[in-house]
Nanobody, 121 residues
């Protein structure tokens, strides 16, 4: 499983950096995506990064504010979140893409418990 960490309670306009790791399991062979979920809703695609880090994709709602990056040498993927808004409040998950479109959670494996991000207004 991929473990997401770094969540917390912040104010609108603040920044947070989330980390995604897979202890004992190299993730360099996978594209990795970040998704988020609020109560009663399906997981929503946030960002994804190719195996080599050479290509990234973002949901329109976070484009220009969030940045996904990876360092395969330390088996970590990060999500830098700037200018946070109350609507960014959610549990954030990372997972490994097996195949297929990056924006569909059905194409991912290794879902962990996620990390809670709460943005107050």
């Amino acid at each position: 499983q991929l473990q997401a960490s770094g969540g917390g309670l912040v104010q609108a306009g603040d920044s947070l950096s989330l980390s995604c790791a897979a202890p004992g399991h190299p993730i360099s062979g996978y594209a990795v995506g970040w998704f988020r979920q609020t109560p009663g809703k399906k997981r929503e695609f946030v960002a994804a990064i190719r195996r080599d880090g050479g290509s990234t994709n973002y949901a329109d709602s976070v484009k220009g504010r969030f940045t996904i990056s990876r360092d395969n040498s330390i088996n970590t993927v990060r999500l830098q979140m700037n200018s946070l808004k109350p609507e960014d409040t959610a549990i954030y998950y990372c997972a490994a893409n097996r195949y297929g479109p990056y924006y569909s959670e059905d194409n991912y494996i290794g879902w962990g418990q996620g990390t809670q991000v709460t943005v107050s207004s």
